[in-house]
């Protein structure tokens, strides 16, 4: 019965370990990267509109004031998230900027969302919660690493439900 207790708590030890490393890493850039490529129906001008229409105005409050760019084919945009920390004083969650680029090509859609950082009176990057190592270590990082995958999951599945076709009703003649 021991040894049953003991392989149990050394899988969920491998397992928590484990998913506190399993963050996507640009290789080029060294920063927490959640990037997709979507293919899609349509001209780019209709994708383009959907994504603005259907996604940026309805996840955003005012996407106007978020985006840094806006061609017609690439949006660039920064905005923030609050994390939980478990504390009830919720002025005490940190918040997390982040970047997004969404870029259109015939066909095909790329998000990306990378730049996490926590606003502090100096901002520190996300990635610096990953490193164990790191005397100032706190077990509560790993759970806002979750939170920020979480987070990220949800913007893309909103995304993506986004730039699904609006389907036409054709009406009939009498």
Request: with cysteine.
């Amino acid at each position: 019965m021991k040894k049953v207790a003991l392989l149990f708590v050394a899988i969920l030890f491998a397992t928590v370990t484990f998913a506190q490393t399993n963050m996507p890493i640009d290789p080029k850039t060294e920063k927490i990267c959640f990037r997709r490529v979507i293919n899609t129906v349509g001209s780019e001008d209709e994708v383009f509109n959907r994504i603005y229409s259907g996604f940026m105005n309805s996840y955003y409050k005012s996407p106007s004031t978020i985006l840094q760019q806006n061609d017609g084919r690439t949006m660039k945009g920064k905005h923030q998230m609050q994390l939980d920390n478990g504390d009830p004083v919720k002025s005490k969650w940190p918040w997390i900027t982040y970047r997004f680029i969404i870029e259109v090509r015939e066909g095909r859609v790329r998000y990306t969302l990378t730049d996490f950082m926590q606003k502090t009176q100096s901002n520190h990057p996300c990635e610096e919660w990953m490193n164990k190592e790191d005397p100032n270590y706190q077990p509560v990082w790993d759970n806002y690493l979750e939170q920020m995958a979480a987070f990220a999951e949800d913007w893309g599945q909103k995304f993506e439900e986004s730039l699904e076709p609006e389907k036409v009703i054709e009406e009939e003649e009498w």
